[in-house]
């Protein structure tokens, strides 16, 4: 089955097309790199995914279920690249009312454990408004770590966080495919999507022109980046 699937969708804001006869089909397990310059669509795919459009054609499956509905979305997990965290709250509680929202009780192990595997044990009173751009990035992983998801969206989940982080953030994916999660990355950063990701697709103007393994997309000899910019600037 695949984890979720784009079939010929199309979404108009007016009479842009922010996406255009875009089809994707990304197997479970596997990590995709959503790539593309400003404005390629990448967030409107990712609005779509998680429910919050529709779209104006084609449709849109997680798991073999609309998009649409609240079953699909059960088990997705999905940080955002600008986070709007509750300020005063602490990294606690704020993981504990995420937890009961999910769904997921009250989950004093599962919250222990993600608070160690992001390295947030002796932030985990402080208030999240008194943390750094780094370390919030870090709870937004926590929150994500949750459950823990069977479909992970990040967008931009490097942004803030310093080498140590970046690298930590490398092996909380890698874990996580391990346990069977699929992933999709989207980012700016094509060396960390080629470090992450076994596939990738290519987002421009609305169409996906290059998808597959990341050794499919680039020619030999040649990087994930330098692949991008010959496909973006043809």
């Excluded at 192990?109 to 751009?133: F, H, M, P």
């Amino acid at each position: 089955m695949y984890a979720f699937e784009l079939a010929g969708v199309t979404k108009r804001y007016g009479r842009r097309a922010a996406l255009d006869n875009v089809s994707l089909a990304v197997p479970a397990g596997s990590a995709l790199g959503l790539l593309g310059p400003n404005g390629a669509g990448k967030t409107t795919a990712l609005r779509l995914l998680l429910g919050f459009a529709s779209p104006t054609a084609g449709s849109v499956r997680l798991r073999g279920l609309p998009a649409s509905s609240p079953a699909a979305r059960r088990g997705v997990a999905y940080l955002p690249e600008r986070l709007r965290l509750p300020a005063r709250a602490t990294v606690r509680s704020f993981l504990r009312l995420h937890a009961a929202l999910a769904g997921l009780g009250t989950p004093e192990r599962q919250i222990d454990a993600a608070l160690e595997t992001t390295g947030l044990v002796e932030r985990a009173e402080d208030r999240i408004g008194e943390l750094s751009k780094g370390l919030t990035q870090r709870v937004g992983f926590a929150q994500a770590l949750l459950g823990p998801p069977e479909l992970l969206l990040l967008d931009e989940p490097t942004s803030g966080l310093d080498p140590i982080g970046i690298r930590d953030a490398r092996d909380w994916i890698q874990k996580l495919r391990e346990r069977g999660c699929t992933v999709l990355v989207s980012s700016h950063v094509l060396s960390e999507v080629e470090r992450t990701c076994d596939r990738a697709a290519i987002l421009h103007e609305g169409r996906v022109i290059a998808e597959g393994t990341t050794d499919e997309i680039a020619a030999p000899g040649e990087s994930l980046e330098d692949a991008f910019l010959r496909l973006v600037q043809a």
